[in-house]
């Protein structure tokens, strides 16, 4: 009988994310992994498999939070719909995380040479789509945004605004820049461009 494990697993795991999201797959040896868990790489290994599996969990779990983040935006009243767009936009307030997302990164890093990789972030970015034709068909019956207008070409447009708003924030882009643009892509879309609840 093995001995029982003494270490959080759910800790590790968002440790070993935070360091592939700062150094990108490629840019993470094992040895950063065991210098930012506490573990030996016998026991990260035993536990988790080599660094390739630790980051395919990471990432899949990653993928499937964003997932369900979109899901939970398309719920709620329809004359709601655009504000729900407009605060997935928004730029957060105070210091912010200028690592931006690990779906993005590996998007980037690895999608070209991981077949894998690359249909998991397709599959990812298709669901936020949906989420915005979603959210801007809601807007259409709300009387927000014009019915006659493409539902999914809307979509598409919030959410390449808000892959380009992310980079701009790792750039160092300020909060207040973002949100103006991030307001004006959204009144950009409206019938009548003023804020739809207090």
Not at 100 to 108: D, F, P, R, S
Not at 124 to 137: D, H, N, P
Request: net charge negative.
């Amino acid at each position: 009988m093995g001995r029982p494990r003494k270490f959080d697993e759910h800790e590790v795991l968002v440790a070993v994310r935070q360091q592939f999201n700062e150094t990108g797959y490629h840019g993470t040896s094992v040895e950063d992994l065991s210098r930012v868990t506490g573990l030996s790489k016998g026991s990260l290994y035993g536990a988790f498999g080599d660094k390739d599996a630790l980051f395919r969990r990471v990432f899949e779990e990653y993928c499937e939070s964003s997932d369900q983040s979109a899901a939970a935006r398309v719920e709620g009243p329809e004359e709601q719909a655009l504000d729900r767009l407009r605060a997935w936009l928004a730029a957060p307030e105070g210091c912010p995380d200028r690592r931006g997302c690990l779906l993005a990164k590996t998007t980037a890093e690895l999608a070209w040479e991981d077949e894998a990789i690359a249909a998991r972030s397709h599959a990812a970015y298709e669901t936020l789509l949906e989420s915005c034709r979603l959210l801007v068909e809601q807007a259409q019956r709300a009387g927000h945004i014009d019915p006659a207008a493409d539902p999914t070409a809307l979509g598409g447009l919030v959410l390449a605004t808000h892959r380009g708003l992310e980079a701009l924030l790792k750039a160092g882009v300020d909060t207040k820049t973002l949100n103006r643009i991030a307001d004006t892509a959204i009144d950009s879309i409206t019938l009548n461009p003023t804020r739809t609840s207090a």
